[in-house]
């Protein structure tokens, strides 16, 4: 559990929202948790519903991979799971949070998250967005490709985290 937050010498208190359906979990994800509390003083994981996507994992059960995968990390700075099923604008506000954090893999992720950067800056131009770039070992990772690789039976474990990979096995039934 992370340590209770401290006001900080500037006396403004930034938190950052970090969201997604983390459906599952990637250690791509938790690589930008684990960045992203070095820039905000709480961060809090919006877990969305979107039911669009077909998620593999139901809101409950990713809202508990993601607790327990970050609290793994041993963090320093507080950081909260929540899910949410509202407008992320609308979330934001709701957690007086100033930061959307957004992590890029690729230059194909860019323009997307580029338009709903500016989106977002339209509906509340007092919330910044930040982009992480992906560190170079987790580029490449996507829950898509996680799901669709474990699907056809292959190795997932250098992917996700270890009680990720059980729960993603066990689900497709891989033993």
Not at 72 to 96: G, H, Q, R, W
Not at 118 to 140: D, H, I, K, P, Y
Request: aromatic share 8%.
């Amino acid at each position: 559990m992370a340590k209770k937050p401290v006001q900080p010498a500037s006396g403004r208190y930034r938190v950052g929202v970090y969201p997604g359906t983390f459906d599952p979990v990637t250690n791509g994800h938790l690589d930008i948790i684990g960045r992203a509390v070095k820039v905000v003083d709480k961060l809090v994981v919006g877990v969305a519903v979107n039911a669009g996507k077909g998620p593999l994992f139901t809101l409950k059960e990713r809202v508990e991979m993601c607790r327990k995968e970050v609290a793994a990390l041993k963090l320093t700075v507080p950081v909260e799971i929540v899910p949410f099923d509202t407008l992320l604008m609308d979330f934001v506000v709701s957690l007086n949070a100033t930061v959307i954090i957004r992590g890029l893999r690729a230059v194909s992720d860019f323009e997307y998250e580029f338009q709903m950067a500016g989106m977002n800056a339209r509906l509340n131009a007092r919330v910044e967005t930040m982009f992480l770039m992906a560190s170079e070992r987790n580029q490449f990772i996507s829950s898509r490709f996680v799901k669709e690789i474990a699907r056809l039976g292959g190795d997932i474990s250098t992917f996700v985290p270890n009680g990720v990979n059980r729960r993603v096995r066990a689900r497709y039934k891989l033993g």
